[in-house]
């Protein structure tokens, strides 16, 4: 409509932008990093550090194994507490470097009226260590999949996390970096997207 006000909530599209966390409002996890968890790990060869890290992580990721049981079943045996708190910590700290251009390409759709919610598949570390990130403090609702006791794309993930925003499916915009995902939130009605790059939330109104 010319001349409306994109701030007011009776003339937006939505009213909530959902964004998931890794690799939308954070960057991937530098390789340096990813070989300081690989030989805190025990120095496995790098493509198949890869593949059993990612083989049981929604499990992890769902609550279904806890943090000593998931890195068990990484290195193939029992973890010493010392080296399991050294795990944790890389762990964390790799998924936590910010896309400044993303987080403020966000920030600013809030200041268009948004309200801004995070979704991810994410365990209960690295929740934490989400949560404890300032420049976060603008995502006033966050979804994690460790708490939903569902990862995406799975169906019960999204239902949750619509009724935690009490929101109407088309009054949810939804970013995420991969297709699967994104399939999944379009089944359950809301308007999801494939994130590409931070111009996409300032076409978001």
Known sequence: MPGSDMTDPRTRAVD??????????????????????????GGLPEPEFHAVYWEHRPAYDRGD?????????????????????????????????????SVEAAVRAGTRGLRLAIFSNAPV???????????????ERRFYSCHLR?????????EQVLAGLGAEPRRVAFFDD????????????????????PGQFDAIG
């Open 16 to 41: 909530w932008l959902l964004c998931d966390y890794g690799q939308v409002l954070s960057t991937a996890p530098p390789p340096g990093e990813w070989d300081a968890l690989r030989h805190q790990a």
């Open 65 to 101: 194994l806890d943090v000593a049981d998931y890195w068990k079943l990484v290195l193939g045996r029992p973890v010493h507490a010392d080296r399991l708190q050294e795990l944790i910590g890389i762990d964390t700290a790799m998924w936590l470097h910010p896309d400044r251009a």
């Open 125 to 139: 570390e690295v929740a934490a260590g989400i949560d404890r990130l300032d420049w976060l403090a603008p995502f």
């Open 150 to 158: 569902a990862v995406k794309p799975e169906p019960e993930a999204y």
């Open 178 to 197: 991969r297709a699967s995902n994104v399939a999944a939130a379009e089944q359950a009605g809301i308007r999801a997207f494939v994130y590409r790059d």
